[in-house]
């Protein structure tokens, strides 16, 4: 009502009261009160000569046309007139605040505006409409790409004497291109000159005209551009070598960057940019605000991580400030960790006991785990073993909790330190251990060391005694397996205690623990040198525990240097949707990639799954795509497509973990269940003899989760490069055709995409009557009217023949 | 590319919204937002760079308010955070300080500031020189002058000149009636010190600031007599590097009033200018603490403000301290701030007394850590001195005033 009688007394009103009732208006639609009744009053105000009220209209209007599109069009007239106006200034913001309105109807009466301010001999102008055009190009690309004002950009850019104009022009060329060139040739086309020598020469030429903002831009470009030779990439980075000292962090880091992107492939200089680029990652961590050394640290953290000796020197750097928050800390630590060497373990070590011993029990928690892994690296355990049994006399129940975990890992690998260790955890009452992770690890020791251990039956005993007041299965599910451990080797002490817990296990209502008790029961009726040889098999020492993270997450990750990612620690295909990558990311998939939903929804009912799922699958591959398609970008006629590198990229990282002892195990519950698999029955194949001619289920169903497991799991089972019939190949406009046709043959696409002349697929098929997959990958090269094929199979003995088969179906493709 | 700005208060009201795409931002991801920092307890304490589930999102707080920036797609955080950064600073520069009365007063000028400052999601300059000729800061000075002139816009009404001019940081015809030039170097000292008294880490970081009011188009040249102790430098974009690299000297044509020339390191250094040494033993139930301060290396001038800040663990009930010198302060929320000021001739400051443990706790099982700050002035502790500072391409002779200043960073002593 108040705000109504204020539209009302507008009109006759002075510039000064004007500017009051503005200011009002305003500061309703800042809190965020609807005020858009008034938005008629308001435009008719803006008729004023006043810069001022003539802004505070346009950020009322910029923020209110969009819900009212009929009353914008009465904006407009005095926006186009203001656009004319003599003031550059004036003529700037009403030229940005009608591209904001972001009306579609209204873009009819924005071209003109766009394409004079383009012209206008003005910088500040033509900065404004640069990206005008790019906000034009959001509300209706068809407007945009018809009135030509890329070709005006792209003139712009290369030619304007205005460094800011240019890198706007840059800006907004990277984003139209981007989204047009999967549907426009020339878009594409385009797009890859931004990337040619001329233009990013003709960048690094200006690089300290343009404001830090713009050069963070310009380097992002850069960090893409593939030179073409050594010398190439030496002059690049002789030219951006100063940017490392720019007071802006950002531009140092797409610097930096720039730089680990160039030297790539070439090992030794690689490593010199990071002895280049680790006095300013270190600066830029002390100084600034602790919200930016978080962001510095994270990828100093990537680096660290890749390559911990280059920073073995700078370990200081990493020891933690009081008044750090904990998100910095815990980075540190990680960074300690992986930094310890032989020459600085011991300082590490010591500081890492300082924090054991810090008020704040996360960071003491951290700092232990640091410590024990520090331990597992193998470097001087000896010391450390010491520390870490001095820490369970700190009668600290946390610290005692978490060093308990530690001991009991430390003890898989180094089996020699039982003696020193036992003699300390013996002491510890249980009582005292409260946290389930720790109690489980403390039961595992009783029950692994029973003969080492005076009172370990005792121990036991007591604690089955107390078994109903214990919440955490994982606990009596160790519970259980100690004391049968403890039973084979001291049986008289243990027999009674034995049998209350296998009675209390049955009893539980815990289903993993009740089948446990039951398991051993019978167990233990059948035979006990079998029961021996279940639960207490011989061990070897762990010698590699599981790492978390694959190498070639990891990769990912550096190669998305500089984004989101090495903040969260994962790649981008982990968090973002795909609609929301990167303009260029996002570019590059429209391009290359496009998974057939709708097929897949219709006949293929489990890849219904997570829209993430596919995304996990597809980046893989789309990784390879990119890869292939920067290295064939020059080359397109005569692709040569390198499978091969999908395979290498594809190998599982179980290869860190040493499979002596059979699953990857480092947490106590899989150690439980390792106990179990140590019998080591041989699982029996089945003999199936290979049938002449395959069945296929015609409903074959494999999530692309599974997909991805089995490529990497199973080997190449056959491999093999066949021509197609140029009929079928001119059939195969899109791979959406094809994909059909393979269905048709009860053989089902997972996933596709490419662009001609490469089109690259997942095919999997199953047998008729058995869970047996093929996997397939297809690479059609429809210029050459070649494929290549690469097989794998569940049943490798059946290949062959599935082999013919694909290959029979695919030759049929494009035959009438 | 950015989507949206919020400024938020400390009680996490939105002071401030800045839609910069067209894609909308929903203002409830503020609420979102405030309901995580208040699981987290402290909003210093929230990962500045959050994924929440529709948006990622970016804040910087500072003086109680939250700097809240949200995007949906993959863009350096760096440059986000940075950028967020420099909104803070050039706010505070405009507006004087920080606080909510002030951006809700000028709140007009926040929005113009911003409308500069980032188009369509891409930062286009943070510059304050040229900021400030674009939109005129709503000084006393300028208000004067409106009511003179009648004038009320303060929005200046040229457009800079020097976004066109070769030296971006500078308009051209500045014109100040005293040619002055203050060069100050201003040094932090970061060290930790275990409870043995060796030195685990000191370095110093420091920075050389400049105040420049001269006319014309001057061009400086700023020498060190040691600038080989520097571990690593970063410049204002003004400074040419050729002319470091080659003899590290730095020559430059400053921007207007006060700037940040350069920052620096010094790594390793060997020795504090004063030691704190504290005790603690403890047994059956009561701990008695007593802490010493003194002049290990005197600097030559004098050492002021020194105060010495612990926290009290959680597992102490109550503590009776009390110093021979300066106060002591227990705070409610258990930290005791021992202020010494300047450590007097004849004798050495020292703090003591007993603290009650806990029932049923025998001994003291965590130990607090004790953060020192003091202040020297006249001093760079680091050694770095200034050589001379030459200036070339002026009108008249100028004034030029040299200091030095260093102060207590994160420097914490270990018990």
């Not at chain 1, 394409?115 to 640069?130: F, W």
């Not at chain 2, 007097?344 to 130990?367: C, I, Q």
Request: one cysteine or more.
């Amino acid at each position: 009502m108040q705000l109504r009688q204020l539209a009302g007394s507008r009109a006759p009103g002075t510039d000064d009261s004007k500017r009051e009732l503005f200011k009002k208006v305003i500061s309703y639609m800042t809190i965020g009160i609807d005020v858009s009744a008034v938005f008629s009053e308001m435009v008719m105000c803006s008729a004023t000569s006043d810069i001022v009220l003539k802004k505070m209209c346009y950020l009322y209007v910029g923020n209110y046309a969009k819900n009212n599109p009929d009353l914008a069009l009465l904006t407009i007239n005095f926006l186009q007139r203001d656009c004319k106006d003599e003031d550059p200034m004036i003529r700037g913001l009403a030229l940005r605040s009608l591209c904001s309105l972001r009306v579609a109807n209204l873009v009819e009466y924005l071209v003109g505006p766009l394409g004079n301010g383009l012209k206008d001999g003005n910088s500040y102008v033509r900065m404004v409409a640069s990206i005008g055009v790019l906000k034009l190009y959001h509300i209706s690309a068809s407007t945009c790409m018809d009135a030509d004002f890329p070709a005006m950009l792209k003139h712009l850019m290369l030619n304007d004497k205005d460094a800011q104009v240019v890198a706007n022009c840059l800006t907004s060329l990277q984003e139209i291109w981007g989204l047009e060139a999967s549907t426009s040739e020339e878009a594409a086309r385009e797009r890859e000159m931004l990337l040619s020598k001329a233009v990013i020469y003709y960048f690094l030429n200006r690089i300290k005209e343009f404001s830090e903002w713009a050069q963070c831009i310009v380097l992002e470009l850069v960090a893409k551009y593939v030179p073409s030779d050594s010398n190439e990439i030496f002059d690049v980075m002789n030219l951006l070598e100063d940017r490392l000292q720019h007071a802006n962090g950002a531009v140092v880091l797409a610097t930096i960057k720039v730089f680990l992107q160039l030297t790539l492939s070439m090992t030794d200089v690689h490593q010199q940019v990071y002895e280049r680029i680790k006095s300013p990652l270190l600066t830029l961590v002390s100084s600034g605000s602790p919200e930016q050394s978080y962001a510095v640290l994270s990828h100093l953290h990537l680096l660290v991580m890749r390559a911990p000796f280059i920073f073995s020197s700078d370990y200081k750097h990493f020891y933690c400030q009081y008044n750090e928050p904990f998100y910095v800390k815990k980075l540190k630590l990680e960074m300690l960790t992986a930094v310890a060497n032989e020459s600085n373990t011991y300082d590490i070590v010591t500081e890492l006991c300082e924090y054991a011993a810090n008020v704040d029990i996360p960071m003491a928690r951290e700092s232990i785990r640091a410590v024990g892994k520090i331990a597992l690296q193998q470097y001087d355990v000896n010391a450390i073993v010491d520390r870490l049994l001095q820490f369970l006399e700190m009668e600290k129940e946390h610290v005692t909790a978490e060093t308990l975990v530690l001991v009991k890992d430390l003890l898989r690998k180094y089996p020699q330190w039982s003696h020193d260790c036992i003699a300390v955890v013996g002491n510890i009452s249980s009582k005292n251990v409260q946290e389930p992770k720790a109690k489980a690890a403390l039961i595992w020791m009783l029950g692994e060391y029973a003969q080492d251990m005076q009172d370990a039956p005792y121990i036991l005993e007591s604690l089955i005694e107390n078994w109903d007041e214990e919440h955490s299965a994982e606990v009596r599910l160790h519970l259980l397996t100690a004391i049968m451990k403890c039973f084979l080797r001291r049986p008289p002490e243990t027999q009674k205690a034995l049998g209350a817990a296998l009675a209390a296990g049955l009893a539980d209502f815990h289903q993993d623990v009740h089948d446990r008790a039951l398991f051993y029961y019978r167990l233990l009726k059948y035979d006990v040198s079998v029961a021996e040889r279940v639960v207490n098999p011989p061990k070897q020492a762990v010698s590699v525990f599981a790492d978390t993270q694959s190498s070639e997450v990891k990769d990912r990750i550096f190669d998305e240097f500089n984004s989101l990612s090495v903040v969260y620690q994962k790649p981008s295909y982990m968090f973002t949707d795909k609609e929301h990558r990167g303009p260029f990311a996002f570019s590059e998939e429209l391009g290359n990639l496009s998974i057939d939903t709708d097929l897949a929804n219709d006949v293929v009912p489990a890849q219904r799954v997570e829209e993430n799922d596919k995304d996990l699958l597809l980046s893989t591959s789309e990784k390879e795509e990119n890869h292939g398609s920067i290295n064939n970008s020059s080359a397109y006629d005569a692709p040569s497509y390198d499978g091969s590198r999908m395979v290498g990229a594809l190998q599982p990282q179980q290869d860190l973990v040493s499979l002596d002892q059979p699953p990857p195990a480092n947490t106590p519950a899989s150690l439980a269940m390792d106990d179990l698999f140590g019998l080591g029955l041989p699982v029996a194949p089945s003999p199936t003899p290979p049938p002449l001619a395959l069945k296929l289920n015609a409903k074959a169903v494999l999530d692309p989760n599974s997909f991805q497991q089995k490529w990497r799991q199973l080997p190449v089972a056959a491999s093999q490069e066949i021509s197609l019939n140029p009929q079928g190949v001119s059939a195969l406009s899109s791979p959406q055709v094809l994909l059909r046709h393979m269905q048709g043959h009860s053989i089902q696409c997972i996933a596709s995409g490419g662009q001609a002349p490469n089109f690259k697929f997942f095919f999997f098929a199953q047998k008729e009557d058995e869970p047996s997959t093929y996997l397939v990958e297809c690479v059609i090269n429809s210029a050459a009217c070649k494929a290549q094929l690469k097989i794998k199979a569940d049943d490798q003995s059946t290949t062959q023949a599935f082999s013919t088969l694909f290959q029979s179906v695919l030759s049929e493709f494009g035959l009438p | 590319m950015l989507q949206c700005i919020f400024l938020l208060s400390d009680s996490g009201e939105v002071m401030l919204e800045k839609q910069l795409t067209g894609h909308r931002v929903d203002r409830s991801i503020c609420a979102w937002f405030w309901d995580q920092i208040i699981s987290q307890g402290d909003s210093l304490k929230l990962v500045p760079v959050i994924a929440s589930p529709t948006h990622y999102l970016f804040q910087v707080v500072r003086e109680g308010i939250t700097f809240l920036a949200c995007t949906q797609v993959e863009m350096p955080p760096l440059m986000a955070i940075e950028f967020l950064s420099r909104v803070a600073d050039v706010l505070s520069d405009y507006l004087g300080s920080l606080n909510e009365d002030l951006i809700k007063d000028n709140f007009v000028i926040v929005y113009e500031l911003l409308d500069e400052m980032i188009d369509n999601g891409f930062p286009l300059t943070t510059e304050p020189n040229i900021l400030r000729e674009m939109i005129a800061p709503p000084n006393i000075v300028s208000k004067v002058l409106s009511v003179v002139t009648g004038n009320v816009s303060n929005v200046s009404n040229t457009l800079p000149g020097a976004t066109a001019s070769c030296v971006p940081w500078r308009k051209t015809d500045l014109k100040h009636t005293s040619n002055e030039v203050y060069v100050d170097l201003v040094e932090e000292m970061d060290a930790i010190i275990n409870r043995d008294g060796t030195l685990v880490k000191c370095e110093i970081y420091g920075e050389v600031q400049v105040n420049s009011h001269l006319s014309g188009l001057p061009d400086l040249t700023l020498s060190f007599a040691n600038p080989s102790i520097l571990n690593d430098a970063r410049f204002h974009p003004c400074v040419r590097l050729r002319p470091w690299e080659a003899n590290q000297i730095l020559s430059f044509v400053p921007p207007d009033g006060e700037f940040k020339l350069m920052s620096y390191r010094v790594k390793k250094l060997k020795s504090t200018p004063i030691y704190v040494k504290p005790q603690l033993s403890s047994d059956s139930g009561t701990c008695r603490i007593s802490v010493l301060v003194g002049i290990r290396n005197d600097p030559g001038k004098s050492i002021d403000s020194i105060t010495v800040q612990f926290q009290l663990p959680p597992c102490i009930l109550s503590a009776d301290l009390s110093a021979n010198h300066g106060t002591v302060n227990i705070l409610a929320d258990k930290t005791c701030s021992w202020s010494i000021g300047r450590i007097p001739k004849d004798k050495a400051p020292s703090m003591a007394g007993t603290m009650t443990l806990e029932t049923g706790l025998e001994r003291l099982n965590v130990f607090p850590t004790f953060q020192v700050s003091f202040r020297i002035m006249g001093v760079a502790l680091s050694g770095l001195q200034i050589d001379k500072l030459d200036l070339k391409n002026l009108p008249s002779r100028p004034y030029k005033g040299f200091r030095a200043l260093t102060r207590a960073g994160e420097f914490e002593v270990r018990s």
